[in-house]
């Protein structure tokens, strides 16, 4: 895994979510995570790098967790003809299966998209609350 994959992985991801600035991206310790050019990417996008303690697992326990389901449920399973027909079954695995289908149980049974979406507008009420009591606030009441 090379600086520039990473860096390319990280840039689709902030595309892919209209360029969020204040957002945690974690990471373990590899070169290519504590190189010049991916920290210069996290701070033109303000974004807050984090990286796993030394020599502690539990700290990227969240992501080892996903690329063993991925290996169990789908990569172990699958006989692949190219190294293209692999990005493209894994890519549809994560986007269309793992992400918008599959039920997880940390997430309530929800998908990662369903779980997201409900805090969005958990979130989007909040604020529409918070304008309605300012309002109110600032009519003299």
Same mark, same amino acid.
């Not at 918008?100 to 997880?104: G, Y």
């Given at each position: 895994m090379t600086k520039d994959l990473v860096i390319s $992985?990280?840039?689709m991801a902030l #595309?892919?979510?209209n =360029?969020?600035?204040g957002v945690i991206v974690h990471s373990d310790r590899g070169s290519q995570y504590s190189s010049k050019d991916y920290k210069a990417i996290l701070a033109k996008y303000n %974004? %807050?790098?984090s990286m796993s303690r030394k020599g502690d697992c539990w700290d990227n326990a969240v992501a080892e967790s996903f690329f063993a389901t991925i290996k169990k449920e789908y990569i172990y399973q699958t006989t692949f003809e190219s190294r293209e027909m692999?990005? *493209?079954g894994i890519f549809d695995y994560i @986007? $269309?299966?793992y992400n #918008? @289908? #599959?039920?997880?149980s940390y *997430?309530? =049974?929800l998908s990662p998209c369903e779980f997201e979406q409900a805090y969005l507008d958990m979130v989007t009420e909040i604020r529409k609350q918070s304008k309605t009591l300012d309002s109110y606030s600032a009519s003299g009441f």
């Open positions: $992985a990280l840039l #595309r892919s979510r =360029y969020p600035t %974004l %807050l790098g692999a990005k *493209l @986007e $269309a299966w #918008r @289908e #599959r039920m997880h *997430l309530n =049974y």
